[in-house]
């Protein structure tokens, strides 16, 4: 019997770990756990390459994990079988960072939104069509759009494809993995405006993957702050902009833009490279490049501690 709860994706000391070839493993995701409540968006921030879309894919199905667990509605996935099995399908869903090439070039839209209803054998031909034009009518998509091929069609236009793909089979939980990193900064608005009357009209959940911290803080409740596999910070999102603890954290908001005319910013520049993800040494992952690094971040590891009502951090520094 399964068991709702508010809490509606939970993530449990999640590992994926990747065999490189006469090199050992890459540890891309390294005991994650975390939590995501029902209604909202959680922003999930780092460079490229620290895994935070590899936390997507996992939790998409597109990737086994290593080890750890993620539940849905209290149940875990990757024990997930029959009927279970086939409502996690349904009701998780992602939107990919490139509409350029997730969406299948030989389909026009009509088809391509037909899709998720025919492999879910959830459909009626006669009602098919019908079905196809609610959703483009509830994601802005023209009819004359129906018609058209990807490459007919701007990237702002397949990125709402995209969304309005993963809408089909009425999900409650959409990964977004980086869906407005390849648009212009103006369409950029667009999607983003869309994402967030849809969740509002649907109530939807988010798990809203960037490196892009303004959009993070305009789209997220909260924010997780990853670094090479592990996170480093978590809080709600005006807590982190206003109390960053981590110093990551602070590299990371003082090389973000400022809209603020005369604000004075003093930039963080990390030096050295970042550290291999493969085979990791102990300690403290950022300690090669913290400014503030002790004897002990390069021998023990810091757990994530709640440093004060929903704010944790993972730093040996604070106390």
């Not at 990125?159 to 409650?172: E, H, M, S, V």
């Amino acid at each position: 019997m399964r068991v709702l709860s508010e809490t509606i994706i939970d993530i449990s000391n999640l590992k994926k770990y990747f065999k490189i070839k006469n090199k050992g493993l890459l540890h891309a995701v390294d005991g994650v756990s975390m939590h995501i409540e029902r209604g909202e968006t959680l922003g999930l921030v780092g460079e490229s390459g620290c895994g935070k879309s590899t936390i997507g894919k996992v939790i998409v199905g597109l990737e086994s994990p290593t080890a750890g667990d993620v539940s849905f509605e209290g149940n875990s996935i990757f024990s997930a079988k029959g009927g279970w099995l086939h409502t996690v399908r349904q009701k998780i869903q992602i939107v990919f960072q490139d509409p350029y090439s997730s969406l299948n070039p030989r389909k026009n839209v009509q088809q391509i939104l037909s899709d998720p209803f025919k492999v879910s054998k959830n459909f009626d031909k006669r009602t098919l069509k019908k079905k196809v034009e609610e959703l483009a009518e509830l994601t802005k998509i023209d009819r004359s759009t129906l018609k058209k091929y990807p490459h007919e069609l701007d990237g702002g236009k397949r990125q709402t494809i995209g969304i309005a793909r993963a809408l089909a089979l009425k999900p409650l939980f959409i990964v977004c993995d980086e869906p407005v990193s390849s648009l212009d900064v103006s369409i950029q608005a667009q999607i983003i405006n869309l994402l967030m009357e849809l969740q509002e009209k649907l109530g939807l959940t988010y798990l809203f993957i960037s490196h892009d911290l303004s959009v993070v803080r305009h789209i997220s409740q909260r924010i997780a702050v990853m670094y090479l596999g592990k996170i480093v910070e978590f809080a709600e999102t005006e807590e982190l902009f206003a109390n960053p603890l981590h110093p990551y954290t602070k590299a990371l908001l003082s090389a973000a833009p400022s809209l603020e005319i005369g604000r004075k910013v003093d930039r963080i520049i990390l030096s050295g490279d970042v550290p291999s993800p493969i085979n990791p040494k102990a300690g403290c992952r950022f300690s090669p490049r913290c400014w503030k690094s002790m004897p002990i971040c390069e021998k023990q590891e810091p757990d994530l501690l709640e440093k004060s009502s929903g704010h944790s951090v993972a730093c040996h520094l604070v106390g």
